[in-house]
């Protein structure tokens, strides 16, 4: 095939735009579930995560992403030789896939918090809770937003 | 400084009650750019404790997807008669503590 006008620019346009790739590449815009994968992981570690017993509330539908309400609780008698050691909040899409770190102990009394989150997209939010046995429990939830936190621009 | 309390100022012994903390801060993300393009410099709180008569009884790290004006509500078992001390620390040096008292019958 010989080298034609337009064959010729779209190698040099291909070109040009791999060679923008790692400036534009250094900070991905948002976490991905494989960050979020790894967040786990940074967690948990290797053990196994199980179901049940934690629970999240929050809204399924937020039409402003920069203050949802939400609540973590574990059903744990919170005794000295049973309770939750601490409960870790990750996300799928914000820029980062933490959102906290909650540490109770056997003097909580219950295994319950509040706080209000940021949530950048439409999105799974995941909870886990590690026990004093260090198992660890996890749940998930599935949140709409309507308008996006984090990145917008300032006014 | 700007933070409201909400701790029940009587307790029954063993009663589990419930501590609500909320402090002005803007916890900007650092992800946001100005008008301009250029990126406003993440400022937000990294930690909060609480101290029950000297001993922790509730930490929490926070990340910037923590909403503006931090929020925080938990529990504890009241033991005691005493006082309960909360710190929250951030980035730039921010430092801020409150404190409330308990009387437990």
């Known amino acids: 095939m010989p080298t034609t006008r337009r064959r010729f620019l779209s190698l040099a346009g291909g070109v040009t735009a791999a060679g923008t790739i790692p400036i534009v590449m250094l900070r991905p815009l948002n976490a991905t579930p494989t960050m979020l994968n790894a967040a786990i992981r940074n967690v948990v570690g290797e053990a196994p995560i199980r179901t049940g017993k934690i629970k999240l509330d929050i809204p399924p539908l937020v039409e402003n992403g920069n ?54 997209d439409s999105q799974k939010v995941v909870a886990i809770a590690r026990l004093s046995d260090d198992t660890f429990w996890q749940i998930a939830a599935e949140i709409v937003v309507t308008l996006a936190a984090c990145t917008e621009e300032v006014n | ?66 909403a503006a004006n931090p929020y925080l509500s938990f529990f504890t078992v009241a033991k005691e008669s005493g006082k309960f001390e909360f710190e929250w620390i951030g980035d730039n040096g921010y430092a801020s503590t409150a404190s409330a008292s308990i009387t437990v019958e």
Do not use: W
């Open chain 1, 67 to 120: 203050t949802v309400p939400m609540t973590v609780s574990v059903a744990s008698p919170m005794t000295a030789d049973d309770y939750v050691r601490s409960i870790h909040v990750l996300n799928e899409k914000n820029p980062q896939p933490n959102i906290g770190n909650f540490y109770l102990g056997p003097s909580s009394g219950r295994a319950q918090i509040s706080t209000r989150i940021r949530l950048a």
């Open chain 2, 1 to 66: 400084m700007a933070a409201l309390i909400n701790v029940p100022t009587k307790a029954k012994r063993g009663e589990i009650i419930e501590i609500r903390t909320l402090t002005s801060h803007i916890m900007e993300t650092g992800f946001r750019h100005a008008a301009a393009g250029d990126l406003v410099p993440r400022d937000i709180i990294t930690s909060f404790t609480c101290r029950y008569n000297g001993s922790e009884v509730f930490r929490a790290d926070l990340f910037p997807a923590i």
